[in-house]
């Protein structure tokens, strides 16, 4: 079997547990009256103007503010552990979210995750987003960039929302309660500690 080199991982709900950092941020920063439209946006276009709208509450707020708002959201079980075995074991990892870049980055940092993939203003002021489809692609040129082969892909995920980056991996991991349609992957292991997992991603090393 070819050995594991990249584990991607989702953010929201796979990485952390409990409220998202939208829910979180919006109920932080007084906009949770947009929740029910932004909460539920789906199609491209959707998500950009979420992101859009919800940068509009951030932009002036320093990133002390923002990592105080995102820091009583719960680590999944294990999570530091198991990226630091992974790390050990020379595996790289990357997340790869839908979330805005700030909010990744935060805790891709708590837990030791070298890189994201994440939304990101682009120079003309419009959002770079990361959509369900465009997440296969853009790990896969992150993989390019390390000389990491499809076969050497693993992805960690738990929506419906992360179902492309799965089905794209050697080795996918569904953390959520109940699969999507048209979703089978390697291990369906709801609500699984992150050092639970990366241990299996290890014995098929």
């Given at each position: 079997?070819?050995?594991?080199?990249?584990?991607?991982?989702?953010?929201?709900?796979?990485?952390?547990?409990?409220?998202?950092?939208?829910?979180?941020?919006?109920?932080?920063?007084?906009?949770?009256?947009?929740?029910?439209?932004?909460?539920?946006?789906?199609?491209?276009?959707?998500?950009?103007?979420?992101?859009?709208g919800?940068?509009?509450?951030?932009?002036?707020?320093?990133?002390?503010?923002?990592?105080?708002a995102?820091s009583?959201?719960?680590?999944a079980?294990?999570?530091?552990?198991?990226?630091?075995?992974?790390?050990?074991?020379?595996?790289?990892?990357?997340?790869?979210?839908?979330?805005?870049?700030?909010?990744?980055?935060?805790?891709?940092?708590?837990?030791?995750i070298?890189?994201?993939i994440?939304?990101?203003l682009?120079?003309?002021?419009?959002?770079?987003?990361?959509?369900?489809?465009?997440?296969?692609?853009?790990?896969?040129?992150?993989?390019?960039?390390?000389r990491?082969?499809?076969?050497?892909?693993?992805?960690?995920?738990?929506s419906?929302?992360?179902?492309?980056?799965?089905?794209?991996?050697?080795?996918?991991?569904?953390?959520?309660?109940?699969?999507?349609?048209?979703?089978?992957?390697?291990?369906?292991?709801?609500?699984?500690?992150?050092?639970?997992?990366?241990?299996?991603?290890?014995?098929r090393?």
């Amino acid at each position: 079997m070819t050995r594991t080199r990249l584990v991607a991982f989702d953010l929201d709900g796979t990485l952390t547990r409990g409220q998202t950092c939208l829910q979180t941020l919006a109920t932080a920063f007084g906009f949770a009256d947009r929740m029910p439209i932004w909460g539920q946006a789906r199609t491209d276009e959707e998500i950009r103007a979420a992101h859009a709208g919800v940068w509009e509450h951030l932009r002036h707020r320093t990133r002390r503010e923002i990592a105080a708002a995102l820091s009583g959201i719960p680590l999944a079980p294990g999570a530091c552990e198991g990226i630091a075995a992974l790390h050990r074991a020379g595996i790289r990892t990357v997340v790869v979210s839908l979330a805005l870049a700030s909010s990744v980055a935060y805790f891709a940092g708590r837990v030791g995750i070298e890189k994201i993939i994440a939304a990101e203003l682009d120079d003309n002021g419009r959002f770079d987003c990361v959509f369900p489809a465009t997440k296969p692609t853009l790990l896969a040129g992150h993989a390019r960039a390390l000389r990491v082969t499809p076969d050497q892909i693993a992805a960690v995920g738990d929506s419906v929302g992360d179902v492309h980056m799965l089905r794209s991996a050697q080795t996918s991991i569904y953390v959520g309660a109940t699969l999507p349609d048209d979703c089978s992957p390697t291990w369906h292991l709801p609500a699984a500690p992150i050092d639970d997992i990366a241990r299996l991603i290890l014995e098929r090393h």
